[in-house]
């Protein structure tokens, strides 16, 4: 019977011993469980500020991309522009061209023909008004290259 009593004793014991040991894990965890609650909190905290930059760089990487397409248009516009007047100062210098050389045919032959000098003199006036074109197309598009080139100079000073 003592046999008996000593092992009552002895898991009593151990039983107080556990749940000793049970509150005081309750008591650490309850602790625990506030800092772990406040660093999830913290944790929220800087994955909603760190999505926010993300975001924010989105756009702004979206308005350039948008900004970059809309140069490129513009530029890819100006370039098509002075390429149409590049072929009509090339189509211009060829009618001059066999307007002049009519001409010659007919001072070699001793023929003067008044038309063939007026047919010219307006072909050198076309020519004159396609260059014009052309440089003036070629100019607006330096000046188009340079405004943003100028603007962010300012925008540094």
Known sequence: MSDLDELQRRITAAMDRMAGGLEQLGTNTGADTAA???ALE???LANAQLSE???VLKQ???DELA???AA????T????DLDLEIQRVRKTNDGLMASVQALREANEAG???PHLINKAMMAELEALRASRSADVAETTAIIEALEPLIADAEGAI
């Open 72 to 75: 490129a248009a513009s530029a």
């Open 77 to 80: 516009t100006r370039m098509a």
């Open 111 to 113: 023929v003067a023909e």
């Open 53 to 55: 930059r993300v975001r």
């Open 60 to 62: 702004r990487q979206d």
């Open 67 to 69: 900004e970059v397409k």
């Open 36 to 38: 772990l609650e406040q």
């Open 42 to 44: 913290d944790e929220k």
